[in-house]
C-alpha cells in the first residue's frame, strides 16, 4: 500500500491544473485522391491496400520519429497485417501467421474464396496457430471464418472447442448468427460436449448485444437441447447479458418465468438490482430490494455497492455516505470495488483531496488496493494535472506487490496523449513491451488519436504494424477514430481509405463519422469522391438490412 508519507503529501497537495461486401470502387475513389505527383508504381498495388501508398511522405514532420525511440521503432519487425497492411513491398513473411496473414489480408469477397486461397499455403496448422488467427481477425469474420473452414479439412489436424468458440462469438459479433447457428448445430453433431455454457454464453450475449433480447431468451430455454444444464449459473449469465445490453426489463421477465424453476440465492437480486441502477430506474431497484429480502436474503456489498454506484453517478455523494454508514451498522464491510468506484467518482467531479481521503478509509477498515483502484487513482491525479504523483503511484506499484496490468498501462499512456507527451507515450508502450504486458485496443486508441492530430503518418504506419503483431483486431471505433482523426488533419486520402476498408469488413460508420468525412469533401470540392463515399455509406445500411 502507499506509505502515510506520500497520501499525506497528496492530500495536502491542491490541483494544479484543470482537465481541459467488398467495395467496388476501391480503385476508383484512390485514382479520385491521388495527386499527380505520385510516381505510377505506387498507385498500382494489386496485393495492398491501395492506400498504403498515402503513407510514404516527403514531408519531414509526418516521417519526424522521437529520437530517441527511433532505433525501435525503426528495428521493430513490421508484419504484413490482415485489416491494415504496413508491410514493405517486396518483403517475404517470416513465420506460419505471416504466412497466412499475407494471403488473408487482399480482401477476399467470400469464405469460400478465402479458402480457395489458402490452399496449397505450406503451412502446418496447429491449435496455437488456429487460435492465434483467430484473435488477429476476430473483428473480421469473412477471413476468419474462410481460415477455420480451411484449417478444418486439413490432414492432422482437429479443431478445439476453443476455435470454434472463438469462431462463434466472431460470427455473433459480426450479426451472421445463421451461420454462428450452424457451427453451434455443427459442434453438438461432431461431440456433444463440445457445446458447453461457455459457448451458449457467447451466443446470448452476441444475440442480446444485437438487440435480439428474445432470441436470446429463447436460446436460454433451449439449453437442454444441446445437453447443457438450464440451471442457476446459466439464468444469472442471461440475467446479466441483458441488463448490460440495455434491456433489464428482459431480465426481470426472465426473472419471473423461471423464479419457481430454478433455485435463487443473492446473486439473482443483486444482477436485477445492478441493472436497475444502471438504468436510473432506482424505484425499481428499490422494489427489488425489498423482493429480495422477502426471499429471505440479505444485502450484501455487491447489492450496496450497486446503490453506491447510482448515486456516485448522480454526484449524490452524501447518500453515499449515509449507505457506507449503514453498511458499517450492517457489519457488511465495502470490498476495492465499492471505494473504487467512489473515489473515481469523487475525482471526476474535482473533488481530488476528498478522493484521496477513501484511499485512507480503505486502509484503515484493512482493505487492501488492486491494480483498477492504483488506475482509477492514476486518472483522478492525472486530470487534475498532477502528473508527477500519479507517475510516483504508477512507478511504485510493483513495490506495492501490485502488478501493472494493462489496466494501468492504458491510465498512463492516455494521460500522456491527452497533453501530446508523444515520447512518454510511446515510452509507456515500449515499456509494455519489455514487461510482456499485452496491449489491447485501448492502449492504442489514445496514440493513434495523437498521430492523427500530429501528422505522424509514419508513427501511425508503426502502430497499426505494432496492433497485427500484438493480434489485436481493429473494430468500427478505431476506424472511426481513424476517419475523424485523419479527416480533420486534412489527410483525407487515408481517411477515405479506412472509410472504405471499414465497410469493406461489413462494419456500419456511424452517421456522425460519415457527415463529417462527406462535408470535408464537400468543402473541398472533391465531388466525385464524396459521391463515392456516398455509395459505400449507401451499400453498408443495405447490407445491414439484409
Known amino acids: 500500500m502507499l506509505s502515510k508519507h506520500t497520501i499525506l503529501k497528496l492530500l495536502l497537495q491542491s490541483p ?22 505520385e510516381s505510377p508504381n ?50 517475404k513473411p517470416d513465420t506460419d501467421v505471416d504466412k497466412i496473414s499475407e494471403i488473408l489480408k487482399k480482401r477476399h469477397p ?9 490452399d496449397g499455403c505450406s503451412v502446418t496448422v496447429s491449435n496455437g496457430l488456429a487460435e492465434q488467427m483467430l484473435r488477429r481477425f476476430s473483428n473480421d469474420w469473412v477471413p476468419a471464418f474462410g481460415f477455420f473452414t480451411w484449417a478444418k479439412a486439413q490432414t492432422g489436424y482437429r479443431h478445439t472447442p476453443e476455435t470454434y468458440n472463438a469462431v462463434v462469438d466472431i460470427l455473433g459479433k459480426s450479426k451472421k448468427f445463421s451461420l454462428m447457428w450452424e457451427l453451434v448445430n455443427e459442434m453438438y453433431e461432431l461431440n456433444n460436449e463440445y457445446v458447453t455454457l461457455t459457448t451458449m454464453s457467447k451466443v446470448m450475449r452476441r444475440l442480446a448485444r444485437g ?23 446459466a439464468m444469472h449469465i442471461l440475467m446479466d447479458v441483458l441488463a448490460k445490453e440495455n434491456s433489464v426489463e428482459h431480465a426481470y421477465k426472465v426473472f419471473l418465468e423461471f423464479k419457481g424453476r430454478v433455485p435463487l440465492s443473492s446473486q439473482t437480486f443483486n444482477v436485477l438490482i445492478h441493472g436497475w441502477c444502471k438504468a436510473r430506474k432506482l424505484e425499481d431497484a428499490q422494489k427489488t430490494l425489498d423482493e429480495m429480502k422477502k426471499h429471505g436474503f440479505s444485502p450484501d456489498v455487491v447489492t450496496y455497492t450497486s446503490f453506491i454506484e447510482h448515486y456516485c453517478r448522480e454526484k449524490d455523494f452524501r447518500k453515499v455516505d449515509d449507505i457506507l454508514k449503514e453498511m458499517q451498522e450492517k457489519g457488511c464491510k465495502p470490498n476495492v470495488v465499492t471505494y473504487t468506484i467512489f473515489m473515481h467518482a469523487l475525482g471526476k467531479a474535482k473533488q481530488i483531496n476528498e478522493a484521496l481521503k477513501v484511499y485512507e478509509k480503505m486502509k484503515s477498515n484493512g482493505c487492501l488496493p488492486d491494480t483498477s483502484f492504483y488506475s482509477s487513482l492514476i486518472f483522478i491525479l492525472s486530470q487534475a494535472g498532477r502528473l508527477k504523483d500519479a507517475n510516483e503511484i504508477f512507478e511504485d506499484m510493483k513495490n506495492q506487490g501490485v502488478m501493472r496490468d494493462v489496466m494501468a498501462y492504458n491510465t498512463m499512456i492516455a494521460s500522456a496523449c491527452a497533453r501530446s507527451q508523444e515520447e512518454t507515450a510511446l515510452k509507456l508502450l515500449q515499456q509494455m513491451e519489455e514487461d510482456s504486458c499485452k496491449p489491447d485496443l485501448k492502449t492504442y486508441a489514445p496514440l493513434l488519436k495523437m498521430s492523427c492530430s500530429k501528422k ?23 476506424y472511426a477514430l481513424l476517419v475523424r482523426g485523419l479527416c480533420k488533419s ?30 470535408e469533401l464537400e468543402r473541398k470540392s472533391l465531388a466525385k469522391a464524396k459521391e463515392q463515399i456516398e455509395m459505400l455509406m449507401a451499400q453498408a445500411k443495405e447490407n445491414e438490412i439484409v
Open 456 to 478: 505522424r503518418m509514419k508513427l501511425l504506419k508503426f502502430l497499426l504494424s505494432h496492433m497485427l503483431k500484438n493480434d489485436v483486431s481493429i473494430e468500427v471505433g478505431t
Open 42 to 91: 505506387t498507385t498500382e498495388s494489386a496485393e495492398l491496400p491501395n492506400w498504403l501508398k498515402f503513407f510514404d511522405s516527403q514531408n519531414p514532420e509526418e516521417n519526424f520519429v522521437i529520437p530517441s525511440l527511433a532505433s525501435w521503432v525503426e528495428n521493430h519487425k513490421l508484419l504484413h497485417p490482415s485489416e491494415i497492411s504496413c508491410h514493405v513491398l517486396g518483403e
Open 110 to 118: 467470400s469464405p469460400d474464396k478465402v479458402v480457395q486461397a489458402l
Open 490 to 519: 486534412g489527410k483525407l486520402e487515408l481517411s477515405c481509405s479506412f472509410f472504405e476498408e471499414m465497410v469493406s469488413k461489413g462494419m456500419i460508420p456511424k452517421d456522425s463519422t460519415y457527415k463529417m468525412l462527406v462535408e
Open 16 to 37: 494544479s491544473q484543470k482537465q481541459p461486401k467488398i467495395n467496388p470502387f476501391r480503385h476508383l475513389l484512390c485514382n479520385l485522391l491521388c495527386t499527380k505527383n
Open 211 to 233: 438487440g435480439r433480447y428474445d432470441d436470446a431468451v429463447e436460446t436460454f430455454r433451449d439449453l437442454e437441447r444441446y445437453d447443457v444444464k438450464k440451471d442457476a449459473m
